[in-house]
């Protein structure tokens, strides 16, 4: 693969084998889906297979997702650093991927659209059948654990977004001798930094808030072009 894609494959393949904790704090952000409104500050939320409550200053959708950091208590956690879940995990979460860590090429992705089991199915590829006419590619991280990278080729450089249902959202941008990857969390920035050496390059990580290179729409109509 150009431009040490398989480099960062592989950094990506090793933050992915982390699962979700059993026991919460707040390090690596996880997915929680509020269960019930208790009243205007506490809610009921589903974290992994338990439920807990807890306080939001924030309003919270009652059957929403979101990403946060967590901090356990006795009777109840604390999240911070609330963000929504992103349009593409919602999709991944609905249906069934081909082989990790494959690359979906054209012909793949219209194989794929062709025996589409489903609406979500038909969505999913059909995004990505659009994007790769944008020259936007996607690579299947890990089917099992849902976690996708967008990238582009630019001149001299790869532009990549990467979404993990454990540790959220990166993006960054690769180079012939540099990796450079942002996250809206410092324990993932942390956990980048420990396995930086699995590759051979510069890596420079940096906290900011990250977005997809080409974002899902959950509407055929809005596929329309």
């Not at 807990?52 to 901090?71: H, M, N, R, W």
Request: glycine share 2%; net charge positive; hydrophobic share 40%.
């Amino acid at each position: 693969m150009p431009l040490n894609l398989s480099k960062l494959g592989k950094i990506l393949k090793t933050l992915n084998r982390l699962e979700t904790p059993t026991t919460f704090n707040a390090s690596l952000p996880v997915k929680l889906e509020v269960k019930k409104e208790l009243n205007p500050i506490t809610y009921l939320v589903k974290i992994g297979n338990k439920e807990v409550e807890t306080k939001s200053d924030i309003p919270l959708a009652v059957g929403k997702k979101y990403f946060a950091q967590i901090k356990e208590f006795k009777n109840s956690v604390q999240i911070t650093n609330l963000k929504e879940y992103p349009k593409i995990l919602q999709t991944l979460d609905k249906i069934t991927l081909p082989k990790e860590f494959s690359s979906l090429k054209k012909d793949e992705v219209l194989h794929h659209l062709a025996n589409a089991k489903n609406k979500d199915e038909f969505l999913f590829f059909m995004n990505i059948l659009i994007a790769f006419e944008k020259k936007i590619h996607h690579l299947i991280i890990n089917e099992k654990r849902k976690a996708l990278m967008q990238y582009k080729y630019e001149k001299n450089s790869l532009k990549f977004y990467a979404v993990f249902s454990n540790l959220g959202e990166i993006e960054g941008v690769i180079t012939p001798t540099r990796l450079t990857i942002c996250s809206p969390y410092d324990a993932t920035i942390r956990l980048i930094q420990e396995y930086k050496d699995e590759i051979n390059l510069i890596v420079q990580t940096i906290k900011k808030e990250v977005k997809p290179i080409y974002d899902f729409s959950n509407s055929l109509l809005d596929l329309r072009v």
